[in-house]
């Protein structure tokens, strides 16, 4: 039993109404790791990085159970950067710069040990690795997931509908269910993704939760309401790697563990964004974690009322 995350380790530089950073740790992978591994601790991930990367941000993952030895590091190379600027609102964002730098051309060759996981989740990255990725398991894992955004949408959609092609679940943000489908309903856009291969489809909505679709059934999940929201980079990518790392440590992924996987993804998510990057993930506890899970249970927990006229 194995989880493989495939996806960015990077620096970012952010601007958000409270404050600016120049080159901070970030990735979607990076993000991704952090939240699964407070689930599941069999971890295996995938990325490449330049010379400049941090050797103590992998031995922090290390740590916690995640082997870094499908990361790649070509030394006389610069990591990917990205950056970006949020609006007053915190739900939209502008890319300014993205620098591929090492993901330009990068190939990625699975280790061994890592060809027969038996779940997969490709983080936001290049839709070609993706597909490469899916391409070098021996046997497919139970369940494959992926994330992407607008910025493949512009220059790599022929890939990415070929990767959504081979995945079962796909989480995209409202804006980029928009984007991929035209439609403004986020219902008909989920059910157009799911005409384009992935049985299910998770929306998420900023501070508005996320929903899950398979099928006729719809899961909607709310967010936590924060009285601040520092920083909302990795918000997506921690939700996703709490949503698998559940899935992973139940070995399950019936509707109803996903449900619960949709709570488990927004936790972390909720953590995430209460400081600059990924620094909050680094310092939570299991007393965060059980506090806050308990907070969503009230959240969303109400007296089911068996509604007549006559009793009106
Ligand atoms: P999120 O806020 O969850 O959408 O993810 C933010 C992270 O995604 C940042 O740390 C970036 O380094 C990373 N990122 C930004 N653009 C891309 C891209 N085009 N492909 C892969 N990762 C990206």
């Known amino acids: 039993m194995s989880l493989v995350i495939v996806g960015t380790m990077a620096f970012d530089a952010l601007e958000t109404p409270f404050g600016k950073v ?3 740790i970030g990735g979607s992978a990076t993000y991704a790791a952090w939240a699964a591994s407070n689930y599941y601790h069999n971890i295996k991930q995938v990325s490449v990085v330049g010379g400049d990367f ?9 740590d916690r159970g995640v082997s870094c030895e ?36 990068f190939n990625p060759v699975l280790p061994e040990s890592y060809q027969d996981c038996t779940y997969l989740m490709l983080a936001n990255l290049a839709p070609a690795v993706q597909q490469s990725v899916i391409n070098q398991m021996k046997t497919r894992p139970k369940l494959i997931i992926m994330d992407t955004m607008n910025f ?14 081979m995945v079962d679940l796909i989480v995209l943000n409202d804006g980029e269910a928009r984007q991929l489908t035209g439609q403004y309903s ?61 899935i992973a440590k139940e070995d399950d992924f019936s509707f109803e563990t996903m449900k619960t996987a949709v709570i488990m993804g927004s936790a972390m998510a909720s953590f995430c964004v209460e400081k600059f990057g990924p620094e909050r993930m680094k310092e939570i506890t299991d007393a965060d974690i059980r506090q806050r899970l308990e907070r969503f249970s009230e959240l ?13």
Do not use: C
């Not at 006389?76 to 330009?104: C, I, P, Q």
């Not at 157009?192 to 299910?200: L, N």
């Not at 719809?218 to 559940?246: C, K, M, N, Q, R």
């Not at 969303?300 to 009106?312: C, D, L």
């Open 300 to 312: 969303t927990n109400f007296n089911q009322v068996i509604y007549t006229k006559e009793n009106a």
């Open 152 to 165: 493949w949408m512009e220059i790599a959609m022929d890939d990415l509908k070929e990767t959504m092609k």
């Open 54 to 62: 941090p050797q103590e941000e992998m031995d922090l993952l290390a």
């Open 70 to 105: 499908g990361v790649e590091i070509k030394k006389d190379e610069k990591s990917f950067f990205w950056s970006g600027r949020y609006h007053e609102d915190m739900n939209t964002r502008d890319t300014l710069v993205t620098d591929l730098n090492v993901l330009a051309d």
């Open 186 to 246: 986020l219902v008909k856009a989920a059910q157009q993704i799911r005409e384009m291969g992935p049985k299910y489809v998770v929306i998420k909505k900023g501070e508005h939760g996320a929903l899950l679709f398979h099928e006729d059934k719809v899961f909607s999940a709310p967010a936590l309401p924060l009285e601040e929201v520092f920083d909302p980079t990795g918000a997506g990518d921690t939700f996703a790697g709490g949503f698998i790392g559940h």
């Open 22 to 24: 120049d080159r901070i």
